[in-house]
């Protein structure tokens, strides 16, 4: 599986963004998707997920509502919609992909592929 994500950039808080991840290699469908973030310094945590067919979602509670997760099997791409950024979102995102079969899990060492990271900004 080859995970190729895009959209970060840098903005003020207050604004949106939407990061997208696009998946090659496997049929889409079949697994899980996740968004994770890394800031300097700091470990890689958990942001959301997403069930292969869309009908599970999971989100950090840290986020307060301010993100969604969603897909498109068609187009082979994962979203991840961000809403009123602040500068404590400031990170490099990356998406994953979890083969294993059951729900969308939380934990970074339980995915199996990984995208390069797409790096958001926000200034306060």
């Known amino acids: 599986v080859q995970l190729q994500a895009s959209g970060g950039g840098l903005v003020q808080a207050g604004a949106s963004l939407r990061l997208s991840c696009v998946a090659s290699?496997?049929?889409?469908?079949?697994?899980?998707m996740g968004w994770f973030r890394q800031a300097p310094g700091k470990e890689r945590e958990f942001v959301a997920a997403?069930?292969?067919?869309?009908?599970?979602?999971y989100y950090a509670d840290s986020l307060e509502g301010r993100f969604t997760i969603s897909r498109d099997n068609a187009k082979n791409t994962v979203y991840l919609q961000m809403n009123s950024l602040k500068p404590e979102d400031t990170a490099a995102y990356y998406c994953?992909?979890?083969?294993?079969?059951?729900?969308?899990?939380?934990?970074?060492?339980?995915?199996?592929?990984w995208g390069q990271g797409t790096l958001v900004t926000v200034s306060s």
């Open positions: 997403i069930s292969g067919g869309g009908r599970w979602t």
């Open positions: 994953g992909a979890d083969l294993r079969i059951g729900r969308p899990r939380i934990v970074p060492n339980d995915y199996d592929y």
């Open positions: 290699g496997r049929t889409f469908d079949s697994y899980a």
